[in-house]
């Protein structure tokens, strides 16, 4: 049987490697996307390829739509066929109130988590689509509770692009369902990964956490499982549905 290709945005470091190693042992052969972190990237590649699954880096910076097509092409080129995409690249700026805040920072807010997902979206469609010959497939979208939140005086910016997140996976959905491609989003509470320190947030993570029902954080392998299951055909009558994976809140 030829492989089924899972590309996984991100999917170097953070939810993004937990959600490539859960895939591999799951079965993915998994095409491990990255910005700069390639190191991060090719260790995860090498741990699937130790479980016996073909892995491969891709280095694309996903809000690039030039970038974005050649990463598409580079994975073309590997035995097997696309069959799944996780749109899991984002990013936040530094905490900041809305008057604080500059264009160039939305740019870069919107550009890698809104429009990375919608170039990636775009570009797996054209493959796994049966309106263009493709064999269908699932799409999983990183979403966040931030979404339902708004995260004010922290980071609403962010929180906007989430809620396109939301509002794309649910459209998306019901236009692909037709043409054998799946599409549901993950909305994560507070997980332990680093981007709470790339977002100079790290001195209100306990109070954060001390505010959530479970009293701690998640973990990037409690998300990952619930893009496992959305992977799987044991979801399979759940389309445009958003799973909450935040302790309650
Ligand atoms: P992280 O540890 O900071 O990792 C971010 C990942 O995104 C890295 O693999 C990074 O690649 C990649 N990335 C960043 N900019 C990129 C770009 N322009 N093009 C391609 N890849 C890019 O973050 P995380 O916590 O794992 O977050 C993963 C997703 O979960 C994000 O969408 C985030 O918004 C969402 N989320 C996280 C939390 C949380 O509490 N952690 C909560 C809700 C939602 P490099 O390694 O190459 O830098």
């Known amino acids: 049987m030829k492989p089924n290709i899972l590309l996984i945005t991100g999917g170097g470091r953070g939810i993004g490697a937990a959600i490539s190693l859960l895939c591999a042992k799951a079965g993915w052969d998994l095409a491990v996307n990255y910005s700069r972190d390639r190191d991060a990237a090719e260790s995860v590649a090498e741990q699937a390829r130790a479980k016996g699954r073909h892995a491969f880096v891709v280095q694309a910076d996903v809000s690039d739509e030039v970038q974005v097509q050649a990463m598409f092409a580079e994975i073309d080129k590997h035995d097997g066929k696309l069959a799944g995409l996780v749109n899991n690249a984002g990013v936040v700026a530094p905490l900041a109130r809305l008057e604080e805040m500059s264009v160039a920072r939305w740019q870069q807010v919107f550009g890698v988590n809104v429009i990375g997902s919608l170039l990636c979206a775009r570009e797996a469609v054209k493959r796994m689509s049966t309106r263009h010959g493709g064999a269908g497939g699932v799409i999983v979208n990183m979403s966040s509770r931030a979404a339902h939140l ?12 989430k809620g396109a997140i939301d509002t794309l996976t649910l459209g998306l959905a019901r236009e692909l369902i037709g043409e054998g491609i799946r599409v549901n989003g993950v909305r994560p509470g507070i997980i332990d990964t680093e981007i709470h320190a790339s977002g100079g947030m790290d001195h209100l993570l306990d109070d954060a956490v001390a505010g959530l029902p ?26 445009g549905s958003l799973i909450d994976v935040g302790g309650g809140r």
């Open 150 to 161: 708004g995260s004010p005086g922290i980071y609403v910016d962010y929180a906007a692009s």
């Open 214 to 239: 479970i009293r701690r954080m998640g973990t990037a392998e409690e998300v990952a499982q619930a893009v496992l299951w959305l992977l799987s055909d044991a979801s399979s009558y759940t389309v």
